[in-house]
């Protein structure tokens, strides 16, 4: 049934439900559920088991099926769990404290510190509320004691926490490839150099503002500082086991000695492996891990089941179709066509996060992508860059909720938003830096496995 009338409602309606604080993931399955219902309704219901005779049932069903049995899927589950034991060794603090003193003599340490250890510890996890939950408990108060200004420190925890979104191994960028059926290899190397450019604009942006302004973060005390030799011990401690894992982990991938879900499989056991070199092995902490990485997991199936399901009954309503033949008969050049794309997911991430901007309305332009002569993997590095700002934006910038939600009173939630507008500016100006220098993101994978030819 072609209804796009009744499919440009339904999308409304949901971004609606969203803004008035309705579980995403089952307001996707309900909505996909109830429209479906209509959309594939054919009458004659005599009998209460013909109540379930609709297609709808036919199509959640298999859409869970999918999903369960998708193999791209198969490495979220296994990086998360890697995320958390991580965490939970205490191996990020060590990290943090050791980054902070080899960094003293440099504006702003603490700062710099906190976006390595966030860039570090994002490439272990791929998960923004936990890199911003504990960088907030771990980083937030040191800086505070150390006299950094409120805004400004909030501000730096809540842009390095999302990097783990964009920095490989990435879960968003394993979904992106799971929905646009690209090479999950070719995304992550891809992604490599947008994501340390983005880190490393962060850095410079702290150290110039610190420089022109010291009082937003004064230098360490000379008699905070403790021996040299115990700086470099205690980041040789920290550091280096780490990036091992992470090297092997994102190399073997790379290298193509293992799949996503292979490599994040050892970098599962890599990851029990360290917590048991650090004598945090417990019981309690796998406990912990296994109950988290769970949860998370439960909740990016369901998130998929419901977009799934919420997208097929939007494209067989002809939602997508309608869409697509308003944005050719604009006769576009291709850079309008990205600059146009660019900005709708941008103001899409004002309302909604990452994953139901990438799910819902990303396939509706990958169909174009074609048409307008664009690399999809040009396409889904500007996007990937471009879902930074969902957790950034206000008024549902989620990093800023994250880091209020551990900080509690120690911190307005307007002083968070007023910290991460230039890390905003940042993430802009490093898409425009992308678009002028395409290389950024294409020469890498083309170098590992060959030119790209659709």
């Not at 991580?86 to 710099?112: D, H, T, W, Y």
């Not at 504990?134 to 409120?150: C, E, H, Q, R, V």
């Not at 902490?285 to 296994?290: D, F, G, L, P, Q």
């Not at 230039?422 to 170098?447: K, N, T």
Request: proline share 6%; hydrophobic share 60%; aromatic share 14%.
């Amino acid at each position: 049934m072609t209804n796009p009338e009744i499919a440009i409602v339904m999308l409304c309606l949901f971004i609606v439900l969203v803004l008035l604080g309705f579980p995403i993931a089952f307001t996707l399955l309900a909505m996909g559920v109830a429209f479906g219902y209509y959309a594939y309704y054919q009458g004659g219901i005599e009998t209460f088991s013909d109540l379930f005779s609709n297609n709808i049932f036919y199509l959640l069903n298999q859409n869970t099926y999918s999903v369960m049995e998708n193999d791209t899927l198969v490495a979220i589950p296994l990086f998360l769990f890697m995320g958390y034991v991580v965490e939970r060794a205490n191996i990020v603090s060590k990290l943090f404290f050791s980054l902070q003193m080899a960094a003293r003599n440099l504006p702003g340490s603490m700062a710099i510190a906190a976006l390595i250890t966030c860039a570090v510890f994002s490439t272990a996890s791929g998960i923004v509320g936990a890199v911003v939950t504990l960088m907030g408990l771990l980083a937030f108060p040191a800086m505070a004691t150390a006299g950094y200004n409120k805004e400004f420190a909030a501000g730096v925890i809540c842009a390095g926490g999302t990097l783990g979104i964009l920095i490989p191994p990435s879960i968003m960028l394993i979904v992106y490839a799971a929905i646009a059926e690209l090479s999950p290899l070719r995304l992550y190397a891809a992604a490599v150099f947008p994501g340390l450019i983005l880190a490393g604009l962060y850095i410079v942006y702290v150290i110039v503002r610190v420089y022109i302004n010291p009082a937003l973060a004064p230098k360490p005390r000379d008699e905070d500082v403790p021996p040299k030799a115990k700086i470099y011990m205690d980041l040789l401690i920290s550091f280096v086991p780490l990036t091992v894992l992470i090297a092997l982990v994102l190399g073997s991938i790379l290298g193509g000695l293992a799949t996503p879900a292979e490599a994040a499989a050892m970098g599962a056991l890599g990851g029990l492996v360290l917590a048991a070199i650090y004598r945090a092995l417990t019981w309690q902490k796998v406990k912990e891990s296994v109950f988290l990485t769970a949860k998370a997991t439960a909740m990016v199936c369901w998130l998929f089941v419901g977009s799934w399901t919420f997208a097929s009954i939007f494209s067989y309503l002809g939602g997508h179709d309608i869409i697509k033949d308003w944005v050719l008969g604009m006769d576009l050049e291709p850079w309008q066509f990205l600059v146009m794309a660019q900005m709708i997911i941008f103001f899409l991430g004002w309302p909604l996060e990452w994953s139901e901007i990438l799910i819902i309305f990303v396939p509706i332009f990958l169909p174009m992508l074609e048409t307008f002569g664009v690399n999809p993997y040009f396409f889904a590095m500007l996007v990937a860059l471009n879902l930074q700002t969902s957790f950034l934006t206000p008024p549902m910038a989620m990093s800023a909720y994250y880091l209020k939600g551990v900080l509690r009173d120690q911190i307005e939630l307007m002083e968070i938003f007023r910290g991460i507008m230039p890390y905003l500016g940042i993430v802009i100006f490093s898409m425009v830096l992308m678009y002028q220098f395409p290389g950024i993101a294409l020469w890498f994978p083309d170098y590992l496995f060959g030119v790209y030819i659709p």
